[in-house]
Antibody, heavy 120, light 110 residues
Framework: QVQLQGSGPGLVEPSETLSLTCTVS?????????WGWIRQPPGKGLEWIGS???????YYNPSLKSRVTISIDTSKNQFSLKLSSVTAADTAVYYC?????????????WGQGTLVTVSS | QSALTQPASVSGSPGQSITISCTGT?????????VSWYQQHPGKAPKLMIY???DRPSGVSNRFSGSKSGNTASLTISGLQAEDESDYYC??????????FGGGTKLTVL
């Protein structure tokens, strides 16, 4: 079955760029679907960051759009998130997930989540 | 974009039914049937429970059902069980070609 595994630094300094990668197994991401990033600050709710179609088209949360880049590497079966100029407010668990429909819609499955703390 | 509105908490006794509401606007779930619901236990990744308003993924109990009327979607859990105690989030597609989540609802099984 499809599995997603997020990876990246757990600590990022303020004003730096947060970089995470999601490795997909059990499915070739070049074959289809949207692939997304969602985050959850400690004790708070879920926030959609953005999604990328297998062809490379991207869709971002307007509140984060100026700082977010999502890319896809089909040769490695991975997609990645970069969030620039981070502050303490960007401290969160970051999830990667597959959008299981033909549009921006529902996520299944999800990766295990990566806690990223922004602190000096 | 503003988050969808969910009650902060709901509760029910074992065996009872509860309903969690999710209110949006005509720019999101009021127009589109792309509404999904997720269950999240502490320290775990969210789990898809309902998609496209009322469809259940394979393996999800038929005690979980979804519906929509106007700008409000609802998740109903019947025959409440202790294992249903969790946080629940709704999500919707928007006319800006984005996704939004609700603020989340904590379900307590008394």
């Amino acid at each position: 079955q499809v599995q997603l595994q997020g990876s990246g630094p757990g600590l990022v300094e303020p004003s730096e760029t947060l970089s995470l990668t999601c490795t997909v197994s059990g499915y070739s991401i070049s074959s289809g679907y949207y692939w997304g990033w969602i985050r959850q600050p400690p004790g708070k709710g879920l926030e959609w960051i953005g999604s990328i179609f297998h062809s490379g088209s991207t869709y971002y949360n307007p509140s984060l759009k100026s700082r977010v880049t999502i890319s896809i590497d089909t040769s490695k079966n991975q997609f990645s998130l970069k969030l620039s100029s981070v502050t303490a407010a960007d401290t969160a668990v970051y999830y990667c997930a597959r959008d299981g429909s033909a549009t921006l819609n529902w996520f299944d499955p999800w990766g295990q989540g990566t806690l990223v703390t922004v602190s000096s | 974009q503003s988050a969808l509105t969910q009650p902060a908490s709901v509760s029910g006794s074992p065996g009872q039914s509860i309903t969690i509401s999710c209110t949006g606007t005509s720019s999101d779930l009021g127009t589109y049937n792309y509404v999904s619901w997720y269950q999240q236990h502490p320290g775990k990744a969210p789990k898809l429970m309902i998609y496209d308003v009322s469809d259940r993924p394979s393996g999800v109990s038929n005690r979980f059902s979804g519906s929509k009327s106007g700008n409000t979607a609802s998740l109903t859990i019947s025959g409440l069980q202790a294992e249903d105690e969790s946080d629940y989030y709704c999500s919707s597609y928007t006319d800006s070609n984005t996704l939004i989540f609700g603020g989340g609802t904590k379900l307590t099984v008394l």
